[in-house]
């Protein structure tokens, strides 16, 4: 059964940073693409970055190119997002994905509040 867990999230100031963590199970972790989406209020979920299988191939949301470093540690099936310079505008609920067969597979998310 796939299962991705999500943690790091919090309270950070803007101009701060976090370190989100998605820890992966239940599938071929070096097989697959990991993403992550985010959901602010009232707000579709919006793709923020993807990494491929083997870390080689990374993508950024505009928003975000240049401030958050997506990256992933295989041999812990673990993926991760950086986040510096943190925006108000950042602020949201972040999912970890993947999609094997088709599906999409989704963590709970973990809060990112970005407040002064």
């Known amino acids: 059964q796939v299962h991705l867990v999500e943690s790091g999230g919090g309270l950070v100031q803007p101009g701060g940073s976090l370190r989100l963590s998605c820890a992966a199970s239940g599938f071929t972790f070096t097989s697959y693409a990991m993403s992550w989406y985010r959901q602010a209020p009232g707000k579709e979920r919006e793709l923020v970055a993807s990494?491929?299988?083997?870390?080689?191939?990374?993508d950024y949301a505009d928003s975000v190119k240049g401030r958050f470093t997506i990256s992933r540690d295989n041999a812990k099936n673990a993926a991760y997002l950086q986040m510096d310079s943190l925006k108000p505008e950042d602020t949201a609920v972040y999912y970890c994905n993947v999609v094997l067969r088709r599906f999409d597979y989704w963590g709970q998310g973990t809060q990112v509040t970005v407040s002064s």
């Open positions: 990494i491929s299988s083997t870390g080689m191939t990374r």
